[in-house]
């Protein structure tokens, strides 16, 4: 039996399970995860994904909790990671009733879902003078369960096995030089079949952006793609020696298209972020030509890493506005296989997900002047404005935060809507040329000095809609004075939920937008919000704590309640209905 066959069949066994199901929250507990994600659009019971499903929709098929008593909903109990530097910015996962999460220095946490208490922690030994001297640190975004372990990438450079019963170590393997290239993990890892896929953290660094498949049982690399010359045809897409600098990464998870045994993930900027080329970028400036596969969307084979198809959404990058955001939001329209794909720039890719084929391109958001728009048919960037040495004018939209935030929206098969948050802010920008900087350690190259401004249009806000994922025809929408920076959850309960940015989480009307509930979590949020259930009960999992390169930018733009945020402190508060 093929493997697409085995998956036919385990498709049609859970569909036959779910049809004898009385509820939702009944459904019978999948008891291995990797199963789970499989379970076509919400895993019931359980998050043992980091985008919830292979299926990317963030969306919980729970419905306890629904627009009906949503307003009964009240703190069930709260966590306090150690040294919760930055915040949190994890994703948590849930699996059989336990609760596990990741904060700052890669330190993992696994509780009761349904009374918070500890289970087992671990704190790996970090080289902290390492960790000291790195920009985009020392946070943690994300875990992995598969074969019986939980994976972490830590920020030295090393993906641990801990057995997810006891949370000792089961092996732990280097993968990244990080004393030389000064960057680690700080994403989550994604499991597919026997192997655990992560890749490194960045692009604005001086490397070439490698994404990894090891060993889930042994913890041996299995292969290795480079997302920046990986093959020979990008590697003509570099001029000079421009590759060997060009930055790239893979810095947050993919997902898994098991009908076709692909793995999709985006790549980030190429290195510096800013290039002086100007419209002759493709034979002069920093890294003349494509850029090829950075700021991209690549398909790989999960069993050897080989390339199967790309499409390069922005080529030669002069923006930052890489594709490692956002989810693979896989939906099935018209007889076609799609997947839908945020980029940092505002706009959102469809493609066919047999070949990267583009579908259809639409902006999620008003302020964006780098290109004059994208071809909806071919993705072609039209009316591109490359940047020259000196000051930008006017101003570069989106900001270097982008129009869409590294944090996920959310699918709901149920109301057949996504929703996502928008962020609408233009940059002052001078561009700079810079040399690169490999010794003693590579440093960030960044190519310019900027700062955030209000865009032409009104202030800097963020707004999330509600819309069409394949046309991005509009149904409903809410602003916000300031972007929200965390995840947006979808449930069967017909809601919404967005953590804000300054620490409160609301609760929505999944079809009108109404506001049904809210509460003060006292801390700005740029995490992952889930639901899961322990005990037969429903439970959404908030984590909380403010923190991180674009967070510090709030200070500026905003003032108060952000200038006197903590950035030390962090907690992870779940609700339950009042009793």
């Known amino acids: 039996m093929t493997f697409k066959e085995r998956y036919l069949v385990g498709c049609a066994a859970l569909a036959v399970a779910a049809a004898i199901t009385v509820s939702p929250t009944r459904a019978q507990v999948p008891t291995q995860p990797t199963e789970a994600a499989l379970n076509a659009e919400a895993a019931q019971n359980d998050w043992p994904t980091y985008h919830g499903t292979y299926k990317s929709y963030h969306y919980s098929g729970l419905d306890q909790i629904n627009t009906g008593n949503v ?92 057995d997810l019963k006891s949370g000792k170590p089961v092996w732990d393997t280097k993968l990244l030089d990080s004393k030389k290239i000064t960057v680690g993990f700080t994403g989550a890892p994604l499991v597919v079949k026997d192997k655990v896929i992560i890749g490194a953290q960045g692009g604005e660094w001086l490397y070439r952006g490698p994404i990894f498949g090891v060993d889930g049982k042994t913890g041996a690399k299995k292969w290795e793609f480079f997302t920046v010359a990986g093959t020979e045809e990008a590697m003509k897409t570099w001029g000079g020696d421009s590759w060997r600098t060009g930055g790239g990464g893979g ?12 793995v999709w993930w985006g790549t980030a900027n190429p290195s510096p972020l800013y290039d002086w080329g100007g419209a002759d970028w493709k034979k002069s400036g920093p890294r003349p030509g494509e850029n090829l596969y950075t700021t991209s969307v690549i398909a790989l084979d999960p069993d050897t890493g ?77 009316g591109r404005r490359d940047l020259s040495e000196g000051k930008v004018d006017p101003p570069l939209c989106p900001a270097i935060a982008g129009g869409i935030s590294w944090n996920s929206g959310s ?58 994922p394949v046309t991005g025809a509009k149904k409903w929408e809410v602003n916000y004075k300031e972007p929200p920076l965390a995840s947006v959850l979808a449930t069967a309960g017909n809601l919404v939920f967005v953590p804000d940015s300054e620490g409160v989480v609301h609760a929505y009307n999944a079809e009108t937008g109404e506001e049904l509930w809210s509460r003060n979590n006292g801390m700005g949020h740029n995490a992952g919000i889930i639901s899961y259930t322990a005990g037969g009960k429903q439970y959404i999992a908030v984590p909380a704590g403010w923190g991180s390169l674009v967070a510090d930018e709030f200070v500026a733009l905003y003032g108060e309640p952000f200038k006197s945020m903590s950035k030390n402190t962090g907690a992870l508060i779940v609700y339950a209905l009042r009793q």
């Open 71 to 162: 307003k009964n909903l009240e703190v069930a109990w709260m966590h306090f990671p150690e040294r919760a530097t930055r915040g949190i910015q994890s994703t948590p996962l849930a699996l059989d009733g336990v609760l596990y999460y990741s904060g700052s220095y890669s330190r993992v946490y696994a509780l009761d879902g349904a009374t918070g208490k500890t289970i087992w922690s671990y704190a790996p030994e970090l080289d902290e003078d390492l960790v000291s001297k790195q920009t985009h640190s020392p946070y943690n975004r994300g875990i992995a369960i598969g074969h019986g372990n939980l994976y972490v990438g830590t920020v030295d450079g090393r993906l641990i096995a801990l």
């Open 411 to 468: 699918y709901s098969p149920k109301t057949g809507l996504f929703y996502r948050i928008g962020q609408e802010w233009c940059m002052e920008l001078t561009v700079e040329k810079t040399t690169p900087i490999l010794e003693p350690m590579a440093q960030l190259n960044i190519g310019a000095t900027f700062k955030i401004v209000a865009p032409p249009d009104g202030p800097a806000r963020g707004h999330l809609s509600a819309r069409d």
């Open 251 to 262: 810095w947050m998870p993919g997902t898994y298209d098991a009908e076709t045994n692909t």
């Open 306 to 382: 080989k390339l199967k198809f790309y499409h390069q959404e922005l080529p030669h990058d002069a923006w930052d506005f890489d594709s490692a955001v956002g989810e693979f939001v896989m939906i099935d329209r018209g007889g076609k296989k799609l997947v839908v794909h945020a980029n940092k720039s505002g706009y959102i890719f469809v493609y066919d997900r047999s070949n990267a084929k583009v579908e259809n391109v639409w902006p999620l958001v008003k302020n964006i002047n780098f290109v004059k728009s994208i071809d909806p048919k071919t993705g072609e960037l039209i």
